[in-house]
T-cell receptor, first 115, second 115 residues
Framework: SAVISQKPSRDICQRGTSLTIQCQVD?????MFWYRQQPGQSLTLIAT?????????ESGFVIDKFPISRPNLTFSTLTVSNMSPEDSSIYLC????????????FGEGSWLTVV | GQQLNQSPQSMFIQEGEDVSMNCTSS?????WLWYKQEPGEGPVLLIA?????ELTSNGRLTAQFGITRKDSFLNISASIPSDVGIYFC???????????????FGKGTKLSVKP
């Protein structure tokens, strides 16, 4: 399985600010995804990070709020913009694809608290 | 959209007992995955199922991919205190047609084991 590193692992953010989360993988992967897990909840897909093109967002998530970059096959960023307390969540990067047997693995997550 | 119904929502069991949890879906998936999440960590893949009817074991864990491709179960035999955590089922959407193989998650089963 791929080794997935996320930064920051935790942060406390002020309302109205933006924070960029980084996801680094130790090997090239076809697919990279960003999920959100609100407190006590399951995981919800935010978007698929596409290499070299705009991310594909799920219903209820928009690019202005969650801009995503994916400059290459091993790295992606997710920005949470203009944060409010409702954005307090765990944000998880996950990877999968033919090079990892089509199975999806997760990073440790970035735990954001907005105050 | 696609949804997964996972049950039970929580379980309180005695050490040594067997555990069973399941997921059902209104639509077909080609892959079912089971994850475990412990406090402060991202989900860790336990078992991946790729074929309808497939029965796969990983130590004390056994999972099956239902014949209809709309359900899956996970069994844990002879539970131990370190089995504590939240178990999530996930169905993987097709790699084609724009969904790019992302996951739909169940709401999780919280397992507590009493020594």
């Amino acid at each position: 399985s791929a080794v997935i590193s996320q930064k920051p692992s935790r942060d406390i953010c002020q309302r109205g600010t933006s924070l960029t989360i980084q996801c680094q993988v130790d090997s090239q992967v076809t697919m990279m995804f960003w999920y959100r897990q609100q407190p006590g909840q399951s995981l919800t897909l935010i978007a698929t990070a596409n290499q070299g093109s705009e991310a594909t967002y799920e219903s209820g998530f928009v690019i202005d709020k969650f801009p995503i970059s994916r400059p290459n096959l091993t790295f992606s960023t997710l920005t949470v913009s203009n944060m409010s307390p409702e954005d307090s969540s765990i944000y998880l990067c996950s990877v999968g694809g033919y090079d990892s047997g089509n199975t999806i693995y997760f990073g440790e997550g970035s735990w954001l608290t907005v105050v | 959209g696609q949804q997964l119904n996972q049950s039970p929502q929580s379980m309180f069991i005695q050490e040594g007992e067997d555990v069973s949890m399941n997921c059902t879906s209104s639509s077909i998936f080609n892959t079912w995955l089971w994850y475990k999440q412990e406090p402060g960590e991202g989900p860790v893949l336990l078992i991946a199922l790729y074929k309808a009817g497939e029965l796969t074991s990983n130590g004390r864990l056994t999972a099956q991919f239902g014949i209809t491709r709309k359900d899956s179960f996970l069994n844990i035999s002879a539970s131990i205190p370190s089995d504590v955590g939240i178990y999530f089922c996930a169905g993987q959407r097709p790699l084609y047609g724009g969904s790019q193989g992302n996951l739909i998650f169940g709401k999780g089963t919280k397992l507590s084991v009493k020594p």
